[in-house]
């Protein structure tokens, strides 16, 4: 079966860095996606990776590993509005998203 | 600005109670997709459509059917909802389905079933 594992909850501190990983086992593979969720909201869309290496996009950046099947988010200098849920998604070989369920990130002052 | 819109944001309904939830986009994406997605849960595709194309997920049950009379809009109709069936319901948009494209979200319709 097709499988996304990511922590379910972290916590972090205001101003900190904190990575968010996400690994995974699926049929084939088309790319990566990181959406971030705040609570009763839909998924906006943060970054895409589908060849191995670090993707920064100002506070947030994106690594991915094929041969591993693992990808990573690292969100810098945190802000209060950071705390949401990031879900990771992998396309595979049908060209169909398989979502993760999502790591819900908890900041604190 | 180019989007997805949702209608409506909330909808409460009865058990056994046909709703249609509505979808629309500004982007002329070709593909639009239905999600339904529970409390910490993954979201769930429903069923998509490449243009006039339409494709059902395997396990989306018979009570879910979706129609789109043109590119810009998309219902989900339920046509009897039961308790299991309260939830956010997503739609989404992307351009097409190759290796770039990214689908982008409605602020969707939560929807509770009493």
């Known amino acids: 079966g097709q499988n996304i594992d990511q922590p379910t909850e972290m916590t972090a501190t205001e101003g900190a860095i904190v990575q968010i990983n996400c690994t995974y086992q699926?049929?084939?593979?088309?790319?990566l996606f990181w959406y971030q969720q705040h609570a009763g909201e839909a998924p906006t869309f943060l970054s895409y990776?589908?060849l191995d290496g670090l993707e920064e996009k100002g506070r947030f950046s994106s690594f991915l590993s094929r041969s591993k099947g693992y990808s990573y988010l690292l969100l810098k200098e945190l802000q209060m509005k950071d705390s949401a849920s990031y879900l990771c998604a992998v396309r595979d070989s049908n060209y169909q998203l398989i979502w993760g369920a999502g790591t819900k990130l908890i900041i604190k002052p | 600005d180019a989007m997805v819109i949702q209608n409506p944001r909330y909808q409460v309904t009865q058990f056994g109670k046909p709703v249609t939830l509505s979808c629309s986009q500004t982007?002329?994406?070709?593909?639009m997709y239905w999600y339904q997605q529970k409390s910490s849960q993954a979201p769930k595709l429903l069923f998509h459509y490449y243009d006039k194309d339409f494709n059902n997920e395997a396990d989306t049950p018979d009570n879910f059917q979706s129609r789109r009379p043109n590119t810009s809009f998309c219902f989900l109709d339920i046509r009897s909802p039961g308790l299991g069936d309260a939830a956010m319901y997503l739609c989404a948009t992307s351009k097409g389905q190759g290796d770039t494209d990214t689908q982008y979200f409605g602020p969707g319709t939560r929807l509770t079933v009493l």
């Open positions: 699926t049929s084939g593979f088309n790319g």
């Open positions: 990776n589908v």
């Open positions: 982007l002329n994406h070709n593909v």
